[in-house]
């Protein structure tokens, strides 16, 4: 099947539809129920005929969804196109429109999860809507997953998938969310970065312990005292940039030394070139004229694909120096360093997409700051890819996880057409 025969008009029509009642169903944490989200997904594939399974995971209101065009003779493990239900909280007050409204307006669909990430959820369904309608013979089977609970770690949802139904996907290549096409970041234009691998979380609390005391007596060795000078001398410390090899591809592909000058100079891209250290928590105290015996503060640090996790957390440890402070490890990462290539076939497939619809446009490999279901997939080698194919404004990107989020309904369309592109390429039999 060509691109000519379809109707995209009308599925500008479908999506936005479908996207908007999509972001109608509150699929919000701490909640984060995916049992209507799960339903109404699996109700549009059989309209069309497309059969799909429901996962109940252990925890109620928590399910999964898998639906799968099959080939008749498959020639390699399938293509597994993955996207998460679940969405952040939205407080309805700060927002332009009600975030579970759905508003349709001045061209762009509203609400929590446009972007992040029922938007993809829309363009992997209508691939595989469309590739039913046209009866397109398949070499492999195309497998659409969604998934809950990403939005907290993917405890019932991605991981629990992997660990517990492996067999029922057992994919050859994965396309998530993780890298964006981006627009008014670089000198060199517009850029897909297609997330090849990701940063992983340490996550550490400082706690400083001390004799108590009258505030009005002070001493140095004061327990907040002391974990202030901690905190401080771990925020100050320059962060040691390094390329890691996406990274440099990258770096390389968007023209080199002046790239790399942007890259570093943007909030949002400076985390690609080294380790990071956020301060998140902060307690101790509960009288202002006490000196208390305790407090403590907690930090999120997310680390290059190839750091060392122990030697982070070592380093930490040498450098606050203070046997007054002890560094206590929440969480280490929950999966092991991994990386896909970018000389793959479904690296190359959504190369070719993004540059049939959008000529002037760069792509190249990434990797991605935060955490998505794609690294539990990495882990077992599979090569999977993040990339949700939107051209995407600094202004739009805000509603990631943010205010107002939205999605255009241009890019509705045009991700429809790269995932459905990309999908024709590595799946198709012609
Ligand atoms: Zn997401």
Known sequence: MSNATIDWEAVRAEATDALSRYVRIDSSHPVGRTVETAAFLGERLAADGIGSRIYESPEPGKVNLVARLSAARPVGKPLLLSHHMDVVQAVAADWRFDPYSGEVADGYVFGRGTIDDKGMGIMELMTMLLLKRHNVELKRDVIMLA????????????????????????????????????RGFYDAGDAFEVSVSEKRMVRIRLVARAEPGHASMPWHEAATHRLVRAAHTLLEQPPEDRDTPAVAEMISRLGGDAARREIASQRASMPLLHDTVSLTMLSGGYKINIIPERAEMSFDCRLLPDTDERAFVSNVEQLIGDPGVDVEVIDWPDTAPSAAPWDGALFEALQEACETFQPKAIVTPSICVGGTDARYFRERGIPSYGLVPGIFTAEDLKGFHGLDERMSIDNLVLGTKIVHAATLRVAGAR
Do not use: N
């Open 147 to 182: 998934t809950c609970d990403e939005e907290i770690g993917s405890p019932m949802g991605a991981r629990w998938m992997v660990e517990t139904h492996f067999d029922d996907l057992d994919p050859a290549f994965v396309l998530d969310e993780g890298g964006t096409g981006k």
